[in-house]
């Protein structure tokens, strides 16, 4: 993953809106990728997966795209609420090493009444 | 979803002291659990790899000697910060898969334990 310091990347989007929230992974050979949500003073919370064998998949307002041809990943929000406001990370699960995941910088997602 | 727990939820300690923080699996086995640390504004970083039954593997630049993490059973692992100092504060967060569920799963996270060193 990448490291961006002190500033985490911000979307504002205004409730209702779609969001769609990026992220660039950093190794080709990862086979499983997972979107988190982290609200402030909380652990990462698990949104949705998606094995390398797919480029799509969906959840409830949610869906998650897998490009590894240019190693990207993107997180859809349909209808986005109040509640959605928090830092979202991807996280990569590189092969033979189960469980250690790679969180990418993250993005703050601010929704606007 | 599996649960994660983490105690405390925060605390603060004086400067040279230790602090253990413990994280529980409530309702699966894990024989592997991990440790991150998140700085404010910053992403998660991984700083072991705690397995029930031998010796945790530590990332590079990871201070085994003062981060010490015991694994002793399926259900628990826990890690110390050894003689504490204000650069040590920072979210600890502990992460655990369901040794049922196998591969290419989730991990699910425990709350995080807010320490302050001062």
């Known amino acids: 993953g990448e490291s961006v310091g002190l500033h985490l990347p911000t979307l504002s989007v205004q409730e209702g809106d779609n969001s769609i929230i990026n992220c660039a992974y950093s190794?080709?050979?990862?086979?499983?990728f997972i979107w988190y949500k982290q609200e402030s003073g909380k652990g990462p919370q698990f949104i949705i997966d998606?094995?390398?064998?797919?480029d799509k998949r969906q959840g409830q307002r949610v869906t998650v795209l897998l490009n590894k041809t240019v190693k990207h990943l993107s997180l859809q929000i349909a209808a986005t609420q109040p509640g959605d406001s928090a830092v979202y990370f991807c996280a990569e699960n590189p092969p033979d090493s189960w469980g250690k995941l790679q969180f990418g910088a993250g993005t703050q997602v601010v929704v606007t009444p | 979803g599996a649960v994660v727990s983490q105690h405390p939820s925060w605390v603060i300690c004086k400067s040279g002291t230790s602090v253990k923080i413990e994280c529980r699996s409530l309702?699966?086995?894990?024989?592997?659990m991990f440790w991150y640390r998140q700085f404010p504004k910053q992403s998660l970083m991984l700083m072991a790899t705690?397995?029930?039954?031998?010796?945790?593997?530590?990332e590079q630049g990871v201070e085994k000697d003062k981060f010490l993490i015991n694994h002793a059973s399926l259900t628990l692992s826990t890690l110390t910060v050894t003689s504490a100092h204000p650069e040590d504060s920072s979210f600890y967060i502990c992460?655990?898969?369901?040794?049922?569920?196998?591969?290419?799963?989730?991990?699910?996270f425990g709350q995080g334990t807010r320490l302050t060193v001062v």
């Open positions: 998606i094995r390398s064998n797919m």
């Open positions: 992460s655990a898969r369901d040794l049922a569920r196998g591969q290419g799963t989730e991990a699910f």
């Open positions: 190794n080709s050979a990862s086979d499983y």
């Open positions: 309702d699966f086995q894990a024989t592997t």
């Open positions: 705690s397995n029930e039954g031998s010796k945790a593997t530590y």
